[in-house]
């Protein structure tokens, strides 16, 4: 094993911030490649948090389940097996509990997500500015048989397609915007009592500034995502059913530890600004972050 | 190679973005029905009610094939069914499954849409009941009861008239479905509309325009798929509008009205103090909220009150006895270490707001059962009844003890009993899930023979969900399922004495 080139190792780290639920597997997909046989793991820690969420489009709370914790324990490894291709693999363990009432926790594996990320252009353009254009397609499927009918539950037990582009616009000095869209499809699911539910597919968008530097990565992200279709919270409404959108805010910091060589540590925070059948929630994660190339230098 | 990927990945993500199209599961549709027996000694049938519908309504003469009059209406019904749409062909099949079931179902999809608490502290809106299990459970009995006896009459006039289907007076009338031997004055189908959208009008009085809407749609496809003429469907509708009314009228005097007790009286009524409850029931839910239906105990059972309160369950173990402790600490044990096994059978069971209810998802288990044995229009209608009758009293019962014994949910007693469905807002003691459930399991049992193992695994699981749900004690379900069983039995031996081969 041996180090990969520094220039790129801080600009690898964003989409650890964001992948622990599957509303924020998202955040897992970045406008950068890893590069031929270079690999960063990454072991991650975050918390969610809610008391307010919106049914329909309507803000409300509920006495009976206080505010909605949820934390999330997450390993992730993206790996280039070429320049031009990448494989990124996550899975989360969750729990989460309702601080009122008497409703039981839950806790389990939730989904595993393997993304496959592939750059099919990358041209330099006016002062040595760089454009990358990428296409992705991932599954994730769940781990457990985890309860996905409950106001207090860590997934919706859907399997997911996930196909989006990337475009990317990085600067010479490091600092990049870089914007995707993607479709989520998602399979129907069995709940408990005996019905399968359609789980409705959407649209997401993500926008992403910041700057790669020697040591430094840092950046800003707004995400909306757009159910196509679904039901509204309410009695009896299967809740893997519900149209649920949103628009978030987030930040991502990543700096290596120093002395531990190929060691990093990653913060970020998300904070859900509006959305429908959803938390209003706020999330901050922490993650330590191993990267090391394997073979690079025989195969060039 | 490397430029492959190049190519291949933008056409992954193209063709799964253009894929994109949704596939909702589709309900199940069901075939016309075709009964296996017309059950044509239906007519000497003993009806619920009592009462002699027939010599108390004032029918018109039912005239002959032969006559003019009925000419001129086969003439109209000829120039009906040869411009019949294809719309109106999928309102027949749609309403061809059986008039019974149909109506059973949307009473279920009527019940599912009001089972929704009002807001704390709203005033009771008789045009929107809160259609919750106890409610469910007599609207069930009432639409069954009402369709029960408005068709044993039905099927009396019908042989007594004798009027064929109108295809076999006339050649010429386009029919959907083929004629069968049963005479069609009055339409059965007319009479089931009738007496069905009676019922649930004045159950749902803000839904008389869609129950109105569909009842029309109904009746008109009697005539579209040339089954019945004019006079056939409106005698049906003079029937089952007559039969309604009669049951209805009972309706307002089952003391349903006094359920609610607004004013608390029931803890007088039933002598709820220190004494009598050591550890009364409290509400554990926010914002407090009053129990649901603290009366309902008292309302009018179908069967003998003296027989049904004899199954009433005996004193629970107090809180604080060995006996409780013990059956508490099972609670605690299944919250604690709950199997995906148990939390799947206690959500499968739950049939919580916005569901048909418990009562309901007994009536789906009935319907399917129906449906296999393809039953005929009355012999449908009274096996609902049968069911829903042991249902409501089984509530009734168990409504009572509730209040009489006024027993805290387990959470009440330790907090850290965590819950795998919401906790209902009434005492615990007994189970209204072991006692629904194990009333209309038995009268399953007994009309479903085949069936009777199978139903007493559910039944008995039904029961058990609450449990493994940590809402319940196991003395609760145990007793709850005593109970519903023997109220299940006293309307098995009705059944036994109805007239009926089973």
């Known amino acids: 094993m041996k180090p990969t080139k520094k220039n790129r190792l801080f600009i690898l780290l964003l989409f650890l911030i964001l992948f622990a639920n599957y509303s924020w597997a998202q955040g897992l997909l970045d406008g950068f490649m890893r590069g031929r046989g270079n690999l960063v793991t990454a072991l991650s820690y975050s918390n969610e948090s809610y008391d307010t969420y919106f049914v329909g489009d309507n803000k409300t709370q509920n006495p009976n389940l206080g505010t909605i914790k949820t934390n999330s324990f997450g390993i992730f490894v993206a790996g280039g097996v070429t320049d031009y291709l990448d494989v990124i693999v996550s899975a989360p363990y969750i729990s ?68 989006r582009l990337i475009a990317q616009y990085r600067f010479s000095q490091g600092f990049f915007v870089a914007a995707q869209t993607g479709y989520i499809k998602r399979g129907n699911v069995d709940i408990d009592r005996g019905l399968e539910v359609s789980v409705p597919d959407a649209w997401d968008y993500i926008l992403r500034t ?43 910091l990543y700096h290596p530890i120093p002395k531990f060589e190929n060691f990093g540590i990653a913060v970020g925070g998300g904070f859900t600004l509006s959305g429908t059948n959803i938390g209003k929630s706020n999330r901050f994660s922490a993650s330590l972050v191993y990267h090391f190339s394997v073979a690079a230098q025989s195969i060039d | 190679m490397k430029p492959n990927f190049k190519i291949i990945l933008p056409l992954i993500v193209l063709a799964t973005l253009f894929s994109c199209s949704e596939d909702i599961p589709d309900m199940v549709e ?51 069914t040869k411009e019949r749409t294809s719309a ?53 009995a009432l639409l069954s009861v009402a369709q029960h006896d408005a068709l044993i ?22 029919t959907l479905f083929d004629a069968t031997p049963l005479p069609c004055y009055p339409s059965e189908q007319a009479v089931i509309a009738s007496v069905s959208s009676s019922v649930l009008k004045t159950l749902f009085p803000a839904e008389a325009d869609f129950i109105d809407t569909l009842a029309e749609e109904h009746k008109n496809t009697v005539s579209w798929g040339g089954m019945g003429t004019e006079s056939d469907v409106m005698s049906g509708n003079a029937l089952g509008t007559f039969v309604a009314s009669k049951v209805m009228g009972y309706a307002k005097t089952d003391r349903m009205s006094l359920a609610a007790d607004p004013n608390a009286t029931y803890t007088s009524f039933f002598e709820i103090n220190a004494n009598t409850v050591p550890e009364p029931w409290i509400c554990i ?26 199954a009433l369950p005996p004193l629970p173990p107090q809180v604080g006895t060995p006996e409780f402790n013990a059956d508490i600490a099972n609670v605690r044990k299944i919250s604690d270490k709950r199997s995906r096994e148990q939390w799947r059978i206690s959500d499968f069971w739950a049939d919580g707001g916005g569901t048909s209810t418990p009562p309901g ?35 009734i019962l168990c409504w009572y003890a509730k209040y009489k014994y006024y027993f805290p949910r387990p959470s009440q007693i330790d907090p850290n009993i965590r819950v795998a469905t919401g906790i209902p807002n009434f005492p615990s003691y007994t189970s209204g899930h072991s006692s629904f459930s194990a009333a209309a399991g038995t009268v399953l049992g007994y009309l479903f023979p085949s069936e009777k193992e199978s139903l007493e695994q559910q039944f008995t699981e039904a029961g058990d969900s609450r449990v493994y749900g940590g809402i319940h004690y196991q003395f609760d379900n145990l007793e709850g399922r005593k109970s519903g069983v023997a109220v299940g039995e006293l309307l098995i031996s009705e059944g036994q004495n109805d007239g009926i081969d089973n």
Request: glycine share 8%.
């Open chain 1, 96 to 163: 989460a509990r309702a601080t009122q009432g008497f409703m039981s926790d839950q806790d389990d594996f939730q989904d595993i997500s393997l993304f496959v990320k592939g750059r099919f252009l990358n041209r330099s353009v006016a002062n040595n500015a760089t454009l990358s254009l990428m296409a992705v397609g991932g599954i994730s499927t769940p781990l457990s048989d985890y309860i996905a009918d409950s106001p207090v539950s860590i997934g919706n037990q859907s399997t997911q397609w996930d196909g």
């Open chain 2, 30 to 80: 069901l075939q016309p029905l075709v009964s296996a027996s017309q059950d044509g000694d239906a007519g000497s049938w003993k009806s619920v009610m009592g009462i002699d519908y027939l010599s108390e309504l004032e029918m018109p003469v039912a005239e002959s094939t032969d006559s003019e009059a009925y000419r001129a209406e086969l003439e109209r019904l000829v120039k009906i």
């Open chain 2, 361 to 395: 998802h007994w009536n789906l288990i009935a319907e399917n059962l129906i449906l296999q044995n393809k039953w005929s229009e009355v012999r449908t209608a009274r096996a609902f009844s049968l069911m829903n009758r042991a249902i409501m009293d089984s509530g």
């Open chain 1, 210 to 252: 910041g700057g790669s530097y020697k040591k430094w990565y840092a950046d800003a992200w707004l995400q909306h995502q757009n159910s196509r279709n679904g039901t509204d919270i309410g009695a009896g409404v299967p809740f893997p059913s519900n149209d649920i959108d949103f628009t978030r805010i987030g930040l991502t």
């Open chain 2, 285 to 310: 839910e926010l914002p407090l909220r009053s129990p649901m239906l603290p009366l309902y105990g008292r309302v009018k059972t179908w069967m003998d009150s003296t027989a049904v309160f004899a």
């Open chain 2, 153 to 174: 009459a039905a099927w009396k006039l019908k042989y007594e008239v004798n009027r064929p289907a109108p295809s076999t007076v006339s050649g010429e009338v386009n």
């Open chain 2, 88 to 140: 109106q062909e999928g309102k027949i099949k749609y309403w061809g499954a059986g008039g019974v079931i149909r109506w059973n179902q949307i009473m279920r999809d009527l019940v599912g849409k009001y089972n929704v608490a009002p807001a704390v502290g709203s005033a009771p809106d008789p045009q929107r009941p809160f259609a919750n299990p106890p409610f469910a459970a007599r609207a069930y």
